[in-house]
């Protein structure tokens, strides 16, 4: 059986401003909220925090925007960050990605890996900037230089694709192994790919299986159905049909329409070969994993 999902996946100034507001700061730290109205920046930024979370005052996305851009006014990255944030969030300010662009920006330039991140993926699709896949490459390095798994899965994507980048198989397979690592799912599923079809690494189909199942075990519907057809064939890992109902089962489970077919198919011609008990005992170990996730 070799019928495995061949695909990867591609896969973000006021100071009280009235009376009312000022009431309800009353319960933010005095010497905090003193040296916020003073002009302290990380003061600022901390009581935006507050805000924004409802940590001590009511929760008020218009006074958080109000602080973090008082702090970010002042080059504090983490502010810049945060009022990009609510720009695009349209949380407390209009909706705007130009404004979260543009503070996002700001915050990158400081170094901030979260700001890089974001910067990147407007670039990426193309949201408050000209889309342009150099630049998200770029902001993506930058990123990832940082350890964001989010950025290195991305940026490997993009070599993959030849996106912005050279196609180097070898770099994306690099850069999917260091998020892989960290645990992002969708990354430990697309290495898993590249050790199955031999691109950018030697074909290894015990470790494309190892990869599948890390991924499958977090919730990829394509690393479940591919990893429950690798134990059904043998390839990479024993022959074990109870093993490739289980994952095959999770699989239909997951999808709908034809990708749903298509697993309940390769389930059937699975349990074909098992004993009542054992599909029994698989359907059952099947329904305790959907209950527990």
Do not use: C
């Not at 996946?9 to 109205?37: E, H, M, W, Y």
């Not at 973090?68 to 504090?76: I, N, T, V």
């Not at 290495?191 to 977090?218: I, S, T």
């Amino acid at each position: 059986m070799n019928n495995r999902w061949k695909h990867l996946l591609f896969v973000p100034a006021l100071l009280a401003a009235s009376l009312p507001g000022f009431a309800q700061t009353r319960s933010i730290d005095p010497n905090l909220l003193g040296k916020a109205t003073a002009g302290d920046a990380q003061a600022q930024y901390l009581v935006g925090q507050a805000y924004e979370q409802g940590k001590g005052v009511a929760q008020d996305y218009e006074q958080a925007a109000a602080w973090y851009q008082k702090a970010a006014e002042q080059g504090q990255a983490e502010a810049q960050y945060q009022l990009g944030r609510l720009f695009r969030a349209g949380q407390g300010v209009p909706q705007s990605d130009a404004q979260a662009a543009a503070w996002y920006r700001k915050a990158a330039e400081l170094g901030l890996a979260a700001a890089q991140l974001n910067l990147g993926l407007l670039y990426d699709h193309g949201e408050g900037v000209q889309q342009s896949y150099v630049q998200a490459a770029g902001w993506y390095r930058k990123a990832a230089l940082q350890g964001v798994a989010e950025a290195q899965f991305n940026l490997g994507s993009l070599y993959q694709n030849g996106q912005g980048v050279p196609q180097d198989y070898s770099q994306a397979a690099d850069l999917f192994r260091r998020a892989a690592e960290q645990g992002n799912a969708t990354a430990q599923f697309n290495l898993a790919l590249l050790y199955d079809n031999g691109q950018g690494v030697k074909q290894d189909l015990a470790r494309a299986a190892a990869w599948y199942n890390k991924a499958a075990e977090q919730g990829v519907a394509r690393a479940q159905f591919n990893l429950g057809s690798m134990f059904a064939g043998g390839q990479g890992v024993p022959v074990n049909y109870p093993e490739a109902y289980f994952w095959l089962d999770l699989a239909a489970n997951s999808w709908n329409g034809a990708r749903q077919q298509q697993a309940i198919k390769a389930r059937d011609a699975v349990a074909g070969r098992m004993s009542a008990s054992e599909i029994f005992a698989a359907q059952q170990r099947a329904a305790k994993w959907i209950a527990q996730h």
